[in-house]
């Protein structure tokens, strides 16, 4: 099965709020695991991204917590901002090195009230 | 810094119509893709280029095609628009080393 199943589809957050969300999926040949941020009218752009041989990755305010035996993983965004609110797309990698191609969820819309 | 350039960014066309949306990317990266995004379905890859002259099918092909002349230019085809094809489409490009895409902003196509 190729598909990542993300979310919730939209969220809203309380400025200084945790915004969490979370993605699925079923083929243990994925091996990368990034999160895009899209803003209106713009492209995606890599926001954070971890590998399954770690169970969590911290960058600043963002973190990706990776449960390998349930095949899930999850981003959380501590302190969330109204700068925050955008659209949030989890991907894994299908195949190995160069040659493989990311698989996206469906994204989830936040947004952060101030 | 350009990085990746789509053209147009906006394009109405009418049924049965063809149109190319035009991708360059100035760095120097092998692999190209173009994916179409829809409310609530993500991003479907539609074809990608490992390099100058190769190309592949994604996961949406049909109705589409693609051409790799040079490793910079990356164009898409539609061949007899349908409303399926009403999306926002971006082109993207992989730094190899840290496997990062790098999209453009978008065109927005609407078939009527």
């Known amino acids: 099965q190729q598909q990542v199943k993300q979310s919730p589809q939209s969220l809203i957050v309380q400025k200084g709020g945790i915004s969490i969300i979370n993605c699925a999926y079923e083929?243990?040949?994925?091996?990368?695991f990034p999160w895009y941020q899209q803003f209106p009218g713009k492209g995606p752009a890599l926001l954070i991204a971890i590998r399954p041989d770690v169970s969590e990755k911290k960058e600043g305010r963002f973190t990706i917590s990776f449960n390998k035996s349930a095949k899930q993983f999850s981003l959380h965004i501590m302190d969330s901002q109204p700068g925050d609110s955008a659209t949030y797309f989890c991907a894994a990698l299908l195949g190995s090195g160069n040659t493989g191609k990311l698989i996206f969820g469906q994204g989830t819309t936040l947004q952060v009230k101030p | 810094n350009a990085g990746v350039t789509q053209t147009p960014k906006f394009r109405i066309l009418k049924i049965g119509q063809s149109m190319t949306l035009q991708c360059t990317q100035d760095m120097n990266h092998n692999y190209m893709y173009w994916y179409r995004q829809d409310p609530g379905m993500g991003l479907k890859l539609i074809y990608y280029?490992?390099?100058?002259?190769?190309?592949d099918k994604g996961e949406v092909p049909n109705g589409y095609n693609v051409s790799r002349s040079t490793t910079e230019d990356f164009p898409l085809r539609l061949e007899l628009a349908a409303p399926s094809q009403t999306s926002v489409y971006f082109c993207a490009s992989k730094d190899s080393n840290t496997g990062e895409l790098f999209f453009g902003e978008g065109s927005r196509l609407t078939v009527l």
């Open positions: 083929n243990t040949a994925f091996d990368y």
């Open positions: 280029s490992v390099g100058a002259g190769i190309t």
